[in-house]
């Protein structure tokens, strides 16, 4: 069964022509790390404020473990972890008194957890969370999310602005209870590195609409960048139908030949390819998820998040 | 930890997945004699959290290694390097090796090597790793 489910999701904010958010379906398979990536303004945040039953959608409808969201946030929302993109807690209360008020909303709060984890981070538990950095913000709300031992993780851009060392805490801790409880994540980012090492899916949200949404693997076998030279030959009469075989996504022609980005790279197809009249060293190679993302989007970064 | 792990590194980008990037590295340094019989090899929960990627990615990569008995799992005590090196199937043994040379056949056309520079980079390095598995340096 699938942790979270998403269904037809239409969300339309008064006085805006276009959807924000428009046909969005989408399952999060129990165990996974689901990465939903999208440039600013995609509508990863309207998405997430669904996901968690803090925003009513225009139409269609959230599930986690199989109940609609809207209706039962209440009783969800115990078994679901938040981090949110600028953790907000009241600035004069400690890590400890937070753990403690915690405690108080959820049966099962492992108080322990949250000082071992704080030990670990190198974050002081008795100093105010306004006199925190964004670092050790992001690792209190990561300590708190994990104290009730949730089934779903919800990750809104964590290590966004974190220098190296809170990142790699960050995500030390993100694979210790990966490994220990096989928590199901859903996470949104801008850290395209972190999550070509840490994602199992992928879903990507490009004008509103849900442009991608496979695994990782599946992604990534696919996309591939080719080169080659284009010469002329006595039996050749046209050029540029030599990509029909092949959905390109960008196609540039430079200097020394041609480089294109496809979305549908087979070995097969390409061993076609290298045999045809006039392409000349031909070769293949794979692309980061990055490298990814920027084909699709058409933009060089994916920016901040508004 | 540190020590048994050297070598053993993935790159995200690369074109193969990320468990089998363990698989290959894990072979090699067993292979190359780095890792010997019995020796044992990092958790799941360690390897993961040193290379930063997802634990099921390694236990992916980890349980063919155990299928193809390359390591071995001892309850409560953790993964090992398998006493005795594995024989794969003749065909399968075959179709390896075959893989493998094809690679780095294209890497040499692509370099634009002669075959007897190949040849003569494909010796030494068999000597190199018969070598270091025979003395037993790291």
């Known amino acids: ?306 | 930890m540190g020590r048994m792990t050297r070598g053993l590194t993935v790159d995200p980008s690369d074109s193969a997945p990320l468990w089998r990037q363990i698989e290959d590295n894990m072979r090699r340094l067993v292979a190359s004699g780095a890792l010997k019989p019995g020796a044992a090899v990092p958790s799941v929960r360690d390897l993961a959290k040193e290379l930063s990627i997802n634990p099921a990615t390694v236990a992916k990569g980890y349980q063919r290694l155990v299928d193809a008995g390359v390591l071995t799992v001892r309850r409560g005590e953790g993964t090992f390097v398998a006493d005795k090196p594995p024989v794969p199937p003749r065909g399968e043994r075959e179709k390896e090796l075959e893989a493998g040379a094809l690679r780095y056949a294209s890497l040499a056309v692509t370099l634009g090597a002669s075959n007897e520079e190949a040849v003569v980079h494909v010796r030494g390095r068999l000597d190199f790793l018969r070598k270091k598995r025979e003395g037993g340096a790291e």
Not at chain 1, 260 to 270: D, K, L, T
Not at chain 1, 287 to 304: K, N
Request: a negative charge; proline letters at 5%.
């Open chain 1, 1 to 306: 069964m699938s942790v979270l489910e998403v269904r037809s999701l239409l969300v339309r904010y008064g006085g805006n022509p276009s959807p924000t958010l428009e046909e969005i379906s989408f399952s999060v398979p129990r165990g996974s790390v689901y990465a939903l990536l999208g440039r600013n303004g995609a509508g990863k945040s309207s998405l997430v404020r669904c996901l968690l039953g803090q925003q009513k959608p225009t139409s269609g409808e959230c599930f986690l473990f199989g109940e609609g969201v809207w209706k039962r946030r209440a009783r969800l929302m115990a078994k679901v972890g938040v981090v949110p993109e600028d953790p907000d807690a009241p600035p004069s209360m400690t890590a400890r008194q937070l753990s403690a008020f915690c405690a108080k909303l959820y049966p099962s709060w492992d108080a322990p957890s949250v000082e071992a984890r704080l030990a670990r981070f190198g974050v002081p538990a008795g100093t105010p969370f306004g006199s925190l950095s964004k670092g050790q913000r992001a690792l209190v709300a990561l300590a708190l999310a994990l104290a009730s031992s949730p089934e779903l993780l919800v990750l809104d851009d964590p290590t966004l602005g974190l220098d190296a060392v809170a990142r790699r805490a960050f995500f030390e801790e993100l694979v210790g209870e990966l490994a220990d409880r096989g928590t199901t994540v859903l996470l949104t980012s801008h850290d395209l590195a972190g999550v070509e090492s840490m994602a199992t899916h992928v879903g990507f949200l490009k004008d509103g609409k849900l442009a991608l949404d496979e695994e990782l693997e599946t992604l990534k076998a696919r996309f591939r960048r080719l080169r080659y030279a284009n010469e002329a030959t006595e039996d050749r009469t046209e050029f540029g139908q030599e990509l029909a075989d092949f959905d390109a996504v960008r196609v540039k022609v430079r200097g020394w030949g041609v480089e294109a980005i496809v979305s549908n790279y087979e070995e097969e197809s390409f061993a076609r390819f290298t045999a045809l009249e006039g392409v000349v060293d031909a070769e293949s190679s794979a692309l980061s998820l990055e490298e990814i993302f920027v084909a699709i989007a058409g933009e060089a970064s994916p920016g901040r998040n508004a």
